[in-house]
T-cell receptor, first 116, second 115 residues
Framework: NAGVMQNPRHLVRRRGQEARLRCSPMKGHSHVYWYRQLPEEGLKFMVYLQKENIIDESGMPKERFSAEFPKEGPSILRIQQVVRGDSAAYFC??????????????FGQGTRLTVV | AQSVTQLDSQVPVFEEAPVELRCNYSSSVSVYLFWYVQYPNQGLQLLLKYLSGSTLVKGINGFEAEFNKSQTSFHLRKPSVHISDTAEYFCAVRKLQGGSEKLVFGKGTKLTVNP
């Protein structure tokens, strides 16, 4: 059973370009979470999605950032018109379902975005 | 609001010495606590979790943590560390709100084990 798969592992974009980060959850998991880790900081929640639904996007910047988790295929975190401040490690986590006390979220290896 | 404070940003220790990484949380209701480890350029791996029951929780790699409700703490301990334990450690609390849930992380503690 493969773990949470994120790609690419490393992504370099010039200022103004778009960045697309992909996350395939663990088999059987229908809940996906995106977190951002800035240098010398802990992980900050961005968005929580279920298939075809955004449940909580309270951590997403208001502009340029969007996320989706379609019925088929991976979850995508999209950053338009990237700026240097978007440089960070972006982690995806998945779980079987929210509200189940005994479940835990499993994390991917992350995508390290560098904006030049 | 739930939050997590990791009191030490860096902890250097010698190999085979004991270590304690401190974590304090604030939460008004049921508490679900986690410790994760992150090796350089890697993702997060769960070390242990407290959901309910015994306040002493044992995890992988010889780590354990004690949930202390009166002191709102969840400190991570290991009696004898190895060079391979060098990594960053994150304490987190699960926040449940409405139909959403998320992890709220501390800023992390970098553990460096020296020979």
């Amino acid at each position: 059973n493969a773990g949470v798969m994120q790609n690419p592992r490393h992504l370099v974009r010039r200022r103004g370009q778009e960045a697309r980060l992909r996350c395939s959850p663990m088999k059987g998991h229908s809940h996906v979470y995106w977190y951002r880790q800035l240098p010398e900081e802990g992980l900050k929640f961005m968005v929580y999605l279920q298939k075809e639904n955004i449940i909580d996007e309270s951590g997403m910047p208001k502009e340029r950032f969007s996320a989706e988790f379609p019925k088929e295929g991976p979850s995508i975190l999209r950053i338009q018109q990237v700026v240097r401040g978007d440089s960070a490690a972006y982690f995806c986590a998945s779980s079987p379902g929210a509200g189940r006390v005994n479940t835990e979220a499993f994390f991917g290896q992350g995508t390290r975005l560098t904006v030049v | 609001a739930q939050s997590v404070t990791q009191l030490d940003s860096q902890v250097p220790v010698f190999e085979e010495a004991p270590v304690e990484l401190r974590c304090n949380y604030s939460s008004s209701v049921s508490v679900y606590l986690f410790w994760y480890v992150q090796y350089p350029n890697q993702g997060l791996q769960l070390l242990l979790k407290y959901l309910s029951g015994s306040t002493l929780v044992k995890g992988i790699n010889g780590f354990e943590a004690e949930f202390n409700k009166s002191q709102t703490s969840f400190h991570l301990r290991k009696p004898s560390v190895h060079i391979s334990d060098t990594a960053e450690y994150f304490c987190a609390v699960r926040k449940l709100q409405g139909g959403s849930e998320k992890l709220v992380f501390g800023k992390g503690t970098k553990l460096t084990v020296n020979p």
